[in-house]
């Protein structure tokens, strides 16, 4: 009965290497969004969807891609990867861009070494 | 853009003391102002919200306060407990913008027994 689910929970990885990261909801929400947590556990929005479509971007190397082939599901391409990509990402969903409260995944811990 | 400062960056309280987190935001356009506790390993969890029409908003042991004159917000939580022990952060949003939350720098609360 997971509401905000990833995958993998923990991600290590070469510099250099393409790697992705799943994020499905089954809370029926239409907005899904992609938050970067570093290593002084500061929390960043990257990217917010709403019904498939992109609605917030922020400031993100374009080597991160967010892919969302429905509305239940959000995922991240990250491309070439480099040692300060290493974070803990979340993905979140809420109602719709209108509705307050946003439901946070446990989160993936990726290590790029 | 907006932003969200918060202190303590760490706070210590003795079980049954009262624990209080303050943080400023810069754009007086945000009007919704969530708190989120995160546990160690987990995503970050909505605790308690306030929007820009209300001063003050209270739960069983947890309460915030909103001055939007000021550009001040404040969580109290009352009767502290091990449980509550936990890393906090306040947020801000414009829910016309997307509800882009901008975080603060959380405030990890430790409850001694």
């Known amino acids: 009965d997971t509401a905000v689910s990833q995958t993998p929970k923990y991600l290590v990885t070469q510099m250099g290497n393409d790697k992705s990261i799943k994020c499905e909801q089954n809370?029926?929400?239409?907005?899904m969004y992609w938050y970067k947590q570093d290593s002084k556990k500061f929390l960043k929005i990257m990217f917010s969807y709403n019904n498939k479509e992109l609605i917030i971007n922020e400031t993100v190397p374009n080597r991160f891609s967010p892919k969302s082939p429905d509305k239940a599901h959000l995922n991240l391409h990250i491309n070439s990867l480099e040692l300060g990509d290493s974070a803990v990402y979340f993905c979140?969903?809420?109602?719709?861009?209108?509705?307050?409260?946003?439901?946070f995944g446990p989160g993936t811990r990726l290590t790029v070494l | 853009g907006e932003n969200v400062e918060q202190h303590p960056s760490t706070l210590s309280v003795q079980e049954g003391d009262s624990a209080v987190i303050k943080c400023t935001y810069s754009?007086?356009?945000?009007?919704?102002f969530p708190w989120y506790k995160q546990e160690l390993g987990k995503g970050p969890q909505l605790i308690i919200d306030?929007?820009?029409?209300?001063g003050e908003k209270k739960d069983q042991r947890i309460a915030v306060t909103l001055n939007k004159t000021a550009k001040h917000f404040s969580l109290h939580i009352t009767e502290t407990q091990p449980e509550d022990s936990a890393v906090y952060f306040c947020a801000a949003s414009w829910l016309a913008a997307g509800n882009k939350l901008t975080f603060g720098g959380g405030t990890r609360v430790l409850v001694k027994p």
């Open positions: 979140a969903s809420s109602q719709d861009p209108q509705e307050y409260e946003q439901f």
């Open positions: 754009d007086s356009a945000s009007n919704y």
């Open positions: 306030i929007r820009s029409n209300v």
């Open positions: 809370l029926g929400h239409d907005t």
